[in-house]
């Protein structure tokens, strides 16, 4: 009885090693490829928002002011072979003096390759006299 019941406590610490060892190698295996794979989508996120850099650069911006609002249209192309899902614009209020009085964003969803696109940035604050794009972002497709 003796021996069978080493023989029974040697096969569980063989299995329960075998467990312990199995999970960390599954848990290495699983975590690098969930790093590979945040490290990926970084790297695609980080490329399409230099591409929506380079578009604003080179995009209209068309201010409508009259007594009670302004809003400044933005005409961009998406001159990319990158379809986005969403763009978002991040932009800054000041007033006369250079104080920055408020902030605000706007977006547009799916742009297609190619497709040219209207955005507006809405100077509600009271006492705007300037604004600054802050951020331009995306997700891509």
Avoid: H, P
């Amino acid at each position: 009885m003796k021996k069978f019941f080493k023989i029974i406590v040697g096969i569980a610490a063989v299995l329960i090693i075998l467990g312990v060892g199995g999970c960390a190698i599954m848990t290495y295996i699983v975590g690098s490829s969930i790093d590979d794979t945040v490290t990926e989508m970084n790297e695609e996120t980080e490329s399409a928002d230099e591409q929506l850099q380079a578009m604003l650069e080179k995009a209209t911006f068309t201010d409508k002011k009259d007594e009670f609002s302004w809003v400044v249209e933005v005409l961009m192309e998406n001159n990319t072979e990158r379809d986005f899902d969403y763009i978002e614009i991040e932009y800054a209020m000041f007033d006369a003096e250079g104080v920055k009085i408020g902030s605000s964003f706007t977006n547009i969803t799916d742009i297609k390759a190619g497709e040219s696109f209207r955005m507006e940035l809405d100077l509600y604050e009271e006492g705007v006299a300037s604004y600054e794009v802050t951020k331009i972002s995306s997700s891509a497709l």
